[in-house]
């Protein structure tokens, strides 16, 4: 389920502020507020339940928070809040540590502890994560202190930020276990993020899963290239190619099955699109990254590829070049995909 605050609902500023002070950060996030700006609030808030994780997309205005003992003493649990900063800058004081931060960047911190400061030095767009402290507490024995920011730009912050990316826009339409599974790979990342690197272990269930999830997802964003192969999503993801090979061994198809199959799934959708009739066959295939027509659908099959439909059902092309209206499912002749295996 999804909620949404908007304080620019409300009339005065003084309103604004207030229900953003006493509703969000004292109940919420266990946080003092005040003003640095006596003008209009407009802060917005839109939280997702992930199991028992609450993600948040916010846009905040300047103004500075903090937590002290009162604030801790009213919480009903306590918890991580993770914060992947997209736009804008803060800075403050943790546990006697100064930090600054800005866009890609990533901040822990756990309610149960007092922060001197949380300033917003310039209106920030973030992604937050409220994760209950018995989740990932066994696995994080030896957090350091020192590191209230890392970069979420490369390495596991790059897999942790792109994957929340991720469930924040797809979170709503999930099934109850799969939110689960979400959940679980959340909380590795973050561990694996803030943990010391002597105990990292790279192939971690939820690194995994992350990791074949960017990788999936960058096939869905690069169907159109013919020559996207193994290599790109490497490189994409900065392992090795073999890597990525026993990513997607473990799901019981090869790199070259995947590709495959997102690409006809891909065709299929727009050839039984009313909106796209007018497209031809070979068009929607060349756009979905295929370079060859004179094959037959048992190329695909041999790639391992299985799609519901056969060539005779292919719809009939007029003189113009477009398609008949509301075509039946297609199954494509089309060569193998050039990807590597």
Avoid at 198 to 218: C, H, K, N, V, Y
Avoid at 269 to 292: C, E, H, K, V
């Amino acid at each position: 389920m999804q909620t949404r605050i908007e304080t620019s609902d409300l009339a005065t500023p003084a309103d604004q502020f207030a229900y953003w002070r006493e509703v969000v950060c004292e109940t919420w996030f266990g946080l003092w507020a005040e003003r640095t700006d006596p003008g209009p609030f407009h802060a917005t808030l839109e939280l997702h339940g992930i199991g028992d994780v609450q993600m948040a997309r916010a846009h905040l205005p300047e103004h500075r928070m903090g937590r002290s003992a009162p604030e801790i003493t009213r919480l009903s649990q306590t918890a991580y809040c993770l914060h992947h900063l997209h736009e804008g800058a803060v800075h403050g004081v943790y546990q006697g540590v100064e930090y600054e931060a800005g866009p890609g960047d990533l901040l822990l911190f756990d309610t149960a502890e007092q922060c001197d400061s949380f300033v917003i030095a310039q209106p920030v767009r973030t992604t937050i994560l409220h994760v209950p402290r018995h989740l990932i507490d066994g696995q994080l024995p030896s957090l350091n202190r020192s590191q209230v920011r890392v970069h979420g730009r490369d390495g596991v912050g790059a897999l942790l930020t792109g994957y929340m990316a991720l469930l924040s826009e797809t979170a709503s339409t999930l099934p109850p276990e799969a939110l689960s599974k979400a959940n679980s790979i959340l909380c590795d990342l973050a561990v694996a993020v803030f943990q010391p690197v002597a105990s990292f272990d790279p192939d971690q269930s939820g690194i995994r899963q992350a990791r074949l999830a960017a990788a999936r997802q960058f096939i869905t964003n690069n169907l159109a290239d013919p020559e996207l192969h193994i290599g790109k999503v490497a490189v994409h993801l900065k392992v090795s190619q073999r890597y990525v090979q026993k990513l997607f061994e473990g799901t019981g198809s090869t790199f070259s099955e995947t590709l495959v199959s997102a690409r006809l799934d891909a065709c299929y959708r727009a050839l039984t699109d009313p909106r796209q009739s007018r497209r031809t066959i070979a068009d929607i295939a060349f756009g979905n990254g295929f370079n060859d027509l004179s094959g037959s659908i048992g190329a695909t099959s041999s790639a391992g590829v299985r799609h519901p439909a056969t060539p005779e059902h292919a719809p009939a092309d007029h003189p113009d070049g477009s398609r008949a209206n509301n075509p039946k499912p297609v199954g494509l002749p089309l060569a193998r995909s050039t990807a590597e295996v």
